[in-house]
């Protein structure tokens, strides 16, 4: 069994700051890309960041340059730095990995459980 488990929502002031964090775990062995989803109510669910085993990102345009995806391979997870938030980042964040669990196996994608992201004044 694989788990993703997410950290670190909540409600911010415009302009303020938050960290979300993911940590995979259970019978894994390998995790190719890592990265963040979110979903704000009444719309579908977008791409934020995400990040490969080696280090390469990717980032939304109405993200870029305000956030800053991070991973640490060794220990299965990955790292969401948002700065100068808006109204409009308030959503539902959701961790996703591909992984598999052995060498024979196929890439499977997995989802953590979601954190309520509100930017709020």
């Known amino acids: 069994q694989v788990q993703l488990v997410e950290s670190g929502g909540g409600l911010v002031q415009p302009g303020g700051s938050l960290r979300l964090s993911c940590a995979a775990s259970g019978s894994i062995f390998s995790i190719n890309v890592m990265g963040w989803y979110r979903q704000a109510p009444g719309k579908q669910r977008e791409l934020v960041a995400t990040?490969?085993?080696?280090?390469?990102?990717n980032y939304a345009d109405s993200v870029k340059g305000r956030f800053t995806i991070s991973r640490d391979t060794a220990k299965n997870t990955v790292a969401l730095q948002m700065n100068s938030l808006k109204p409009e980042d308030t959503a539902v964040y959701s961790c996703y990995a591909q992984i598999k669990r052995s060498a024979a196996a196929y890439w499977v994608e997995y989802w953590g459980q979601g954190t309520q992201v509100t930017v709020s004044s």
């Open positions: 990040v490969t085993s080696r280090g390469t990102t």
